[in-house]
């Protein structure tokens, strides 16, 4: 059976490093707030260019925290609007409406599955205080006219970069592109902890003075709390594993690239729509916006093709089978329709495609979708 992503042997690589970290951990006998969390601060601020770098709990938190910051600083207040992709993960969401905020859902692109930035002007109003760009499935989303538009009406851009670390668009990395940006240490994303972990990227030293005091109580020093912050913190544990990991990424964002120019180029079957990089000018493997977090294809026949996949022992899954504004969590965005992110919703597949596919995998993975009819 080919796994969409075997987390085992892809941690198994590093096994030795990874085991020396927990041994360093136990014995310092340290768990939060210490050297290891600022050294992972470091590497990765050094990784995407921007200067503060925030250790969080998770991804979602990475947001929540970003947002809530903003409101503290008096940036944004309870029930102002923040524009977000209607087919993004739930997770970009929640972190809006955790904040009382609005969520304005605006449809992706159809070839980019990314925000359609030429819908973006009309959903602005005077309450619009933000957009939160999506790199969905690792392809970064940004333009100059997002700048333009921030200008224009004295907007934030904060950037869920849960799926596209290691992108990179004009030379600039996800993460470093807009006000904000959330990370995602998630196991499967393609920087993954061995557990949950997330941070927050920014340029803006009082942001991330805020950010920093905010995931810890709302303190900046132990027993003065100035806010009413969360705990949010990532382990020394996890940031011991991730700065291990964060060495490999740029050679398994490249592993990936090659495997997704192998489908592009291969997989032909009419029955199969295949994602369209934004960047079609550049050869793939060299287009360094897209680090393919996910390869998701479109088939009308989906249900088919999962099982005929299945039944020739390829795992596949479906990134995402519900909109967010038709879950029950949102039973007050229930009867909005976004006909592009219905469509999205019921035809997306994505395929295997990680740091330790093999090519007799990606062989057979492309052999076997061709002969499905
Ligand atoms: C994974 C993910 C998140 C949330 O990250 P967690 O670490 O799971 O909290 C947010 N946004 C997107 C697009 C994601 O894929």
Redesign the pocket.
């Known amino acids: 059976m080919i796994k969409f992503l075997d987390l085992q042997k892809i941690n198994a690589q590093y096994a030795a490093e990874l085991k020396q970290v927990a041994s360093d951990v136990i014995d310092a006998g340290w768990f939060l707030m210490g050297e290891k969390l600022s050294n992972f601060e470091t590497k990765l601020s050094k990784f995407t260019g921007a200067k503060y770098t925030i250790g969080v709990a998770?991804?979602?938190?990475?947001?929540r925290l970003i947002l809530k910051a903003y409101i503290n600083l008096g940036v944004m207040k309870e029930g102002d609007e923040v524009i977000v992709p209607a087919n993004?993960?739930i997770?970009?969401l929640l972190?809006i409406t955790d904040n009382r905020l609005v969520p304005i859902l605006v449809e992706p692109n159809e070839k980019s599955f990314n925000l359609d930035l030429d819908l973006i002007e009309k959903s602005i109003t005077s309450n619009t205080k933000a957009i939160m760009v999506?790199h969905?499935y690792g392809q970064i989303c940004w333009s100059n006219k997002l700048n333009e538009l921030a200008e224009k009406y004295n907007l934030k851009i904060i950037e869920?970069n849960?799926?596209a670390i290691g992108a990179i668009w004009n030379g600039i990395s996800s993460g470093n592109l807009g006000d904000a940006a959330?990370f995602?240490?998630?196991p499967g994303?393609n920087l993954g902890a061995l557990g949950?972990?997330?941070a927050v990227t920014t340029n803006d030293s009082k942001l991330a003075e805020q950010i920093r005091a905010l995931g810890n109580y709302g303190s900046k020093k132990k027993y003065v709390n100035e806010f009413q912050g969360l705990n949010s913190r990532m382990d020394e544990i996890q940031a011991g594993f991730l700065a291990v990991k964060l060495k490999y990424i740029e050679a398994e964002n490249q592993h990936r690239r090659a495997i997704a120019e192998r489908y592009l180029s291969e997989i032909k079957n009419p029955l199969i729509h295949l994602p369209v990089p934004v960047n079609e000018s550049i050869f793939v493997k060299n287009n360094k916006e897209h680090v393919w977090h996910l390869f998701v294809l479109r088939t009308k026949k989906r249900d088919a093709f999962q099982k005929y996949l299945l039944d020739n022992g390829i795992q596949t899954l479906i990134h995402y089978p519900t909109p967010p504004n038709k879950q029950l969590a949102y039973s007050n965005m229930n009867h909005l329709d976004f006909s592009l992110t219905n469509i999205i919703h019921d035809e997306v597949v994505s395929l295997p495609i990680g740091p330790i596919t093999t090519s007799e995998e990606v062989d057979k993975i492309i052999s076997v979708v061709n002969s499905f009819c």
């Open positions: 998770n991804g979602l938190d990475a947001l993004t993960y997770a970009s972190a999506v969905l869920d849960a799926q959330g995602s240490f998630y994303k949950d972990a997330g």
